[in-house]
T-cell receptor, first 118, second 113 residues
Framework: GAGVSQTPSNKVTEKGKYVELRCDPISGHTALYWYRQSLGQGPEFLIYFQGTGAADDSGLPNDRFFAVRPEGSVSTLKIQRTERGDSAVYLC????????????????FGPGTRLTVL | AQSVTQLGSHVSVSEGALVLLRCNYSSSVPPYLFWYVQYPNQGLQLLLKYTTGATLVKGINGFEAEFKKSETSFHLTKPSAHMSDAAEYFCALWGDSSYKLIFGSGTRLLVRP
């Protein structure tokens, strides 16, 4: 079956522009996560969706970043007024169920979108 | 506060040699620990995980890791390296009431022929 897919694979934009990054999770997965991976670093959590709602957005760096998941499947990460410091690989992951201590489902990661802000 | 530290951003071994990638953690609650591998232009793939129970965990591709609470460590090992093991490896922690995985900065494994 298909894994997590992300589009585009690469995005180059100019400082100040708006970008949207898309994530298609594995079919049937209710939990969806966004992470950001800067050069030479591990992924850093941005936001977690359970169904359509953002259960935890504590990792979003500021109000230029926003994410939606209107139908509980596909998610879009939106970045307004991009800055050079936003350049990174944005990773999406999904899991079958919510992250519960008594039953922690594996997170499956997509290949990422490499965002370059010039 | 929770954190993960991976010692050595690069590790180089000869093909057939022992692989040892180090991971230390800090957590105020019993941690769940993970090792992921990332090949170029591919997503992170779970190698193995420790939640509860047996402290020696076996994963895919011949890798294993041992949870040592007294040393706050979860080092990844493989008895004999293959060329195909060359990749970046990430240790990750999940432990408190939040929903996020906390990753280390990664170790790039180079395998020399």
């Amino acid at each position: 079956g298909a894994g997590v897919s992300q589009t585009p694979s690469n995005k180059v934009t100019e400082k100040g522009k708006y970008v949207e990054l898309r994530c298609d999770p594995i079919s049937g997965h209710t939990a969806l996560y966004w992470y950001r991976q800067s050069l030479g670093q591990g992924p850093e959590f941005l936001i977690y969706f359970q169904g359509t709602g953002a259960a935890d957005d504590s990792g979003l760096p500021n109000d230029r970043f926003f994410a939606v998941r209107p139908e509980g499947s596909v998610s879009t990460l939106k970045i307004q007024r991009t800055e050079r410091g936003d350049s990174a690989v944005y990773l999406c992951a999904s899991s079958f169920g919510p992250p519960l201590r008594e039953n922690l489902d594996e997170q499956f990661f997509g290949p990422g979108t490499r965002l370059t802000v010039l | 506060a929770q954190s993960v530290t991976q010692l050595g951003s690069h590790v180089s071994v000869s093909e057939g040699a022992l692989v040892l990638l180090r991971c230390n953690y800090s957590s105020s609650v019993p941690p769940y620990l993970f090792w992921y591998v990332q090949y170029p232009n591919q997503g992170l793939q779970l190698l193995l995980k420790y939640t509860t129970g047996a402290t020696l965990v076996k994963g895919i591709n011949g890798f294993e890791a041992e949870f040592k609470k007294s040393e706050t460590s979860f080092h990844l090992t493989k008895p004999s390296a293959h060329m195909s093991d060359a990749a970046e490896y990430f240790c990750a922690l999940w432990g408190d009431s939040s929903y996020k995985l906390i990753f280390g900065s990664g170790t790039r494994l180079l395998v020399r022929p």
